[in-house]
């Protein structure tokens, strides 16, 4: 029995050294291509406008573009009344993060309520100095470490990766990108502006995010129900403190349905069994599934990870649409020209098990017809990736997506 216990035991070791290896290496590579390639001011990739449709009484605008979302973000901050409430998972102190906090601040001295809520695990090298706020603007951290993770309480671990802007309640914005200058011009990335009645569900998952939340001295906020209840239209929140993980649920159902085609956006793909299985599923009925991801993303170890599923994905029928030129971080997907997603959710265990998230769900055509638009927009930049290709990829390749299995299930 001890012998065998050992043999594990070895086994064990041998593959967490590898695995460590590989990493190393693939890390060191990859630092050496980004410095090779460099750095450009703006990355030239296929954009449209901000385009709108109506929902019910509200006006959706998707926006592809991150100089044109921010200078949208910046002028409802600038332009509020009453009440700002900002979520941001990254928010850098470069250019860009020194303009939302500088009209931030302007607004609460002018007498507008505003809550800020960020991540602290995602900004530990953010200076000190930005993250201080006057006392006019109630800021929220979200913790990230507490003791109780190594009593593995999912309750009471999860990032806060949510991506939420609404002011006076008219007003919201949430999808995929963080608050940084190369966002702005040198990611594509996708965020759903809402302007009416369906700003409702963005601001209460603000709301609830902060009353479940706050600590003791902090503000309570109030929790208005809604008038509405558009059924087309709703805001899921994963929230580990819940147990709640609605976004996961939301795409196997959506997955399930599909008869003609699934259009998939995403920037770190490492879908668990299930998700994989619906997608092999519908591509085995015929439907015709779609993925972009970046060929090339800011983090190697997703890539590396995400390519363990390719094989199987390209066996199935899945078509893998490699995005170049640009890092595409966006979260969406649109199935049958009926149903949509928009959201901060990725598609891998952290976002759909694991942290706070929101995801948009559209069940409108013509919002469908906005999204479908996208996808054919961003396949223009895109190049298929063969079966054929990937079956001729260097044995080392093959090694290394192998020793990484294990990691699946951390990212
Ligand atoms: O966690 P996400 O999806 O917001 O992406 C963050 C970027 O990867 C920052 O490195």
Do not use: C, Q
């Given at each position: 029995m001890s012998t065998i216990l050992n043999i594990a035991l070895w086994f064990v070791a041998i593959w967490f050294v590898l695995i460590v290896l590989v990493t190393a290496v693939l890390m060191i590579v990859d630092t050496r291509r980004k410095r090779r390639v460099g750095d450009a001011d703006e990355v030239v990739f296929p954009r449209l406008p901000p385009i709108s449709e109506?929902?019910?009484d509200s006006t959706l605008t998707l926006y592809t573009y991150g100089r044109d979302l921010f200078d949208a973000m910046l002028a409802e901050i600038r332009g509020?009344?009453?009440?700002v409430h900002l979520e941001s998972y990254i928010w850098k102190d470069d250019a860009l993060g020194e303009q939302f906090?500088?009209?931030?601040?302007?607004?609460?001295?002018?007498?507008?309520?505003?809550?800020?809520?960020?991540d602290v695990f995602a900004n530990l090298v953010v200076k000190r100095s930005f993250k201080r706020f006057p006392p006019s603007?109630?800021?929220?951290?979200?913790?990230?470490?507490?003791?109780?993770i190594f009593v593995l309480r999912i309750r009471k671990t999860g990032r806060d990766h949510r991506k939420i802007l609404v002011v006076d309640r008219k007003v919201g914005f949430v999808g995929g990108y963080n608050i940084g200058s190369d966002y702005a011009t040198k990611w594509r990335d996708t965020h759903l502006r809402v302007e009416g009645p369906l700003t409702w569900e963005l601001n209460?998952?603000?709301?609830?995010?902060?009353?479940a939340h706050r600590k003791g001295s902090q503000p309570d906020l109030v929790d208005t129900g809604d008038i509405e209840w558009e059924p087309r239209f709703r805001a899921h929140r994963n929230a580990p403190i819940h147990l709640s993980f609605p976004i996961r649920n939301m795409y196997l159902d959506a997955i399930d349905r599909a008869s003609l085609r699934v259009s998939i956006t995403q920037a770190y793909f490492i879908p668990d069994r299930d998700v994989l299985a619906a997608l092999l599923r519908a591509a085995g009925r015929g439907v015709d599934v779609r993925v972009i991801v970046p060929e090339i993303s800011n983090h190697v170890l997703c890539d590396w990870l995400?390519?363990?599923f390719y094989s199987q994905l390209l066996r199935g029928g899945v078509k893998i649409l490699l995005f170049q030129g640009a890092m595409v971080h966006a979260k969406t997907a649109t199935i049958d020209g009926r149903w949509s997603t928009i959201g901060t959710a990725n598609i891998d265990r952290l976002s759909l098990t694991g942290?706070?998230?929101?995801n948009a769900e559209v069940v409108d055509e013509s919002v469908a017809a906005m999204m479908d638009r996208v996808f054919e927009n961003d396949c223009t930049a895109t190049r298929e990736l063969t079966l054929e290709e990937w079956s001729s990829r260097r044995h080392r390749a093959r090694f290394s997506e192998a020793v990484l299995v294990?990691?699946?299930?951390?990212?």
């Open positions: 109506k929902l019910g509020a009344k009453h009440e906090k500088r009209e931030i601040i302007a607004a609460a001295e002018r007498g507008v309520k505003v809550h800020v809520i960020y603007v109630h800021v929220m951290r979200h913790p990230w470490f507490t003791p109780w209460n998952a603000f709301v609830d995010f902060w009353n995400s390519r363990g942290n706070y998230e929101v294990p990691l699946r299930p951390l990212l």
